[in-house]
């Protein structure tokens, strides 16, 4: 009688895709920090595959990181 083995995805080379997703949105975060130390934001990050990867990112930022630096 054969064993059935069964791997999932999140034991790849890459690393779990929750935290590639996490380090996608702080370094999404950190731009917008360092573009205005007072901005506000919530972003939410998700990626897959289907052909080819695919990274979702959507959320809410603040309008002052609209403003033109000076």
Sequence with gaps: MSELQTHSFEAGQRGKPDELDAGIAHL????FLERNPLS??????????????VV?????????????PS
């Design 28 to 31: 999404i975060g950190a731009y």
């Design 40 to 53: 506000r934001f919530d972003l939410r990050v998700s990626g897959g595959f289907v052909e080819k990867p």
């Design 56 to 68: 979702r990112v959507s959320g809410e930022i603040s309008q002052s990181l609209f403003a033109l």
